[in-house]
């Protein structure tokens, strides 16, 4: 996808203040189909807060957001969900005690028959997961009636990205989802992400892995304490560049220097 294709979402020096708390201070992203864009960033960077901004969980206190060019105002989830924006958070939003069937159109469920005897219809429902899944690459999922606790956590990301592209996901913003895995099990989750980049889905992919950000990414915004630190391509800074930004560069540097003055000051008071 070219870079000079017209962004699908804009936001424009959004700023989200709780009380007298500015989670987010002026940030502006463009996010393009078939395009990852890795939001990066510490604990406490502000990467939830903007999740819930793109997601319709909270509205801008100031700032604008456009969707497909026109300027739009969630007012709840819904509105950004029927916009096709879907979110899976890090284990998956799914429900353990659940058929993997059934989680997989909860709120949504197909059904048959008509009147008072229209049911859930769990044939279809299991058939479709089961497909799905393996599309995906878990061929071990075989039979949709199995519980959701019976997966894996690499697995339960899958099931959750997977439904979101059954349904016609425009935007997939995913919430740290590879976390909580091991390195298999995530780098199968990434191979999903650049499955669903090639269908033209427009991806946000909320981390604080380098490492995964630079594998998949195609363009990287690193927040530091709500604002817009550094924004750039592929290719454009090194692994070390932003990892030394996260850290927050200049803070560390003036730690190894203190660090340092102060090995020095016991040296001299042990000779």
Request: glycine share 12%.
């Amino acid at each position: 996808m070219s870079a000079k294709s017209h962004p699908l979402m804009s936001l424009k020096n959004v700023s989200k203040i709780f009380g007298s708390y500015a989670a987010l201070k002026n940030v502006s992203l463009d996010i393009h189909p078939g395009q990852v864009l890795c939001l990066l960033g510490d604990n406490g960077a502000g990467k939830s807060t903007l999740i819930k901004v793109l997601s319709g969980f909270h509205s801008p206190t100031s700032g604008e957001i456009e969707f497909d060019g026109d300027k739009v105002s969630f007012e709840s989830p819904r509105d950004a969900s029927d916009r096709g924006i879907s979110t899976v958070h890090q284990f998956g939003g799914t429900f353990p005690l659940m058929s993997l069937g059934r989680s997989f159109f909860v709120g949504l469920e197909p059904t048959k028959g008509w009147g008072p005897f229209k049911r859930f219809d769990r044939k279809f429902a299991n058939g479709v997961v089961v497909e799905q899944m393996q599309q995906m690459g878990i061929t071990r999922v075989t039979d949709g009636d199995r519980l959701v606790g019976s997966l894996s956590g690499g697995e339960r990301q899958v099931s959750a990205i997977a439904r979101a592209v059954f349904f016609g996901a425009k935007i997939l913003i995913l919430d740290e989802p590879t976390a909580a895995l091991g390195v298999k099990e995530a780098a199968h989750v990434l191979r999903i992400i650049m499955q669903a980049k090639h269908r033209g889905i427009a991806v946000v992919l909320v981390t604080h892995n380098v490492s995964h950000a630079l594998t998949v990414g195609d363009h990287f915004a690193v927040l530091i304490h709500g604002e817009k630190a550094d924004d750039f391509a592929k290719g454009e800074r090194t692994r070390e560049q932003i990892t030394d930004l996260m850290a927050g560069g200049e803070a560390m540097a003036e730690l190894e220097a203190e660090l340092a003055s102060l090995t020095g000051n016991i040296k001299q008071v042990l000779d």
